[in-house]
């Protein structure tokens, strides 16, 4: 079971946004049930990372971060969302 951490401003609304997306991504690639999706404010991150097998953050990566960090940006903006998928999956993977 991976645990990931989503991260944004305020921790609702772009991260729930962002969610839905990453959803909808690893259950198509056959991840359904095998994750466990946490949101929290980017402040958060550094102190509740250690915790997860990485992060993605809607917003810019804060200092402090224990895990692997993913930009999910893109999941706003549709630009780079295919690094992005690949950079998620590959950690799905480890």
Do not use: H, W
């Not at 944004?8 to 959803?23: D, H, L, P």
């Not at 466990?36 to 990566?61: G, H, L, W, Y």
């Not at 224990?66 to 799905?92: A, Q, R, W, Y």
């Amino acid at each position: 079971m991976k645990r990931i951490l989503l991260a944004c401003g305020a921790g609702v609304c772009t991260s729930t946004a962002a969610r839905v997306k990453v959803e909808k991504l690893l259950n198509e690639k056959g991840y359904e049930g095998q994750y466990k999706i946490d949101q929290c404010k980017v402040a958060e991150v550094p102190s509740r990372s250690s915790n997860f097998d990485f992060v993605i953050s809607t917003t810019m990566k804060p200092d402090g971060v224990k895990c692997p960090f993913v930009s999910g940006v893109c999941f706003l903006t549709g630009v780079g969302i295919d690094k992005t998928t690949k950079e998620i999956l590959e950690l799905m993977e480890k």
